[in-house]
């Protein structure tokens, strides 16, 4: 593909994410995003199948951008376990960004959950690619003691997933004060599980 192909599609879905944030999913034609984007139909046609074909490829773009984050995480000088903080925290703002940055896309995203779901599994598979690697380090420095890295990855990918909704509304992380709190107790269990008296 070359770069003024490239080029033109990233304009197209940009154009696409800022018309849907605005007038919303159902109220954005073909036509508007050609208009917004000074192409023709047919140029759209030419990278894209429909409108669900575009919608497909913001979510799609908007997941490239939270990757981004996560690996320029993973590359860091930090020990295992500030890393492991900065990731959980970072992913959580990132994920949060994004659903406001895209106006009334946030109803999309918790009424078509299905469709994000299998743009990001992709996304999925590389976030627990990188928590096992951030837990090998650590168990490799002695900060972690981690029996099955792998599984452990899956169940904090897995509850990051679950975390999400509750604090892109703010049930998690309203006040600061409320935040770093929930914050030490959430650190709290991940590094220190719950014990049985």
Avoid: C
Avoid at 58 to 69: A, G, H, M
Avoid at 113 to 137: C, T, Y
């Amino acid at each position: 593909m070359s770069i003024t192909v490239t080029k033109t599609r990233d304009v197209l879905v940009d154009v696409a994410r800022q018309l849907f944030a605005r007038l919303g999913f159902d109220n954005t034609t073909m036509n508007d995003i050609a208009q917004a984007s000074k192409k023709g139909r047919r140029t759209i046609y030419t990278y894209f199948k429909s409108k669900d074909d575009i919608f497909g490829a913001v979510i799609e773009s908007e997941i490239d951008k939270l990757y981004k984050v996560l690996t320029d995480i993973a590359a860091r000088d930090l020990p295992a376990d500030e890393k492991l903080i900065t990731l959980i925290y970072t992913r959580l703002d990132a994920v949060k960004t994004i659903v406001f940055r895209n106006g009334t896309l946030r109803a999309l995203f918790f009424r078509d959950i299905w469709r994000v779901e299998k743009a990001r599994k992709k996304f999925d598979r590389e976030e627990i690619r990188i928590i096992k690697i951030i837990l090998d380090d650590g168990v490799n420095a002695g900060v972690f003691d981690v029996p099955d890295s792998n599984m452990t990855a899956m169940i904090i990918h897995h509850a990051l997933k679950g975390l999400e909704v509750p604090y892109i509304r703010g049930k998690i992380g309203g006040s600061e004060t409320a935040f770093l709190s929930q914050k030490q107790n959430m650190m709290n269990l991940i590094f220190n599980g719950i014990k049985i008296k």
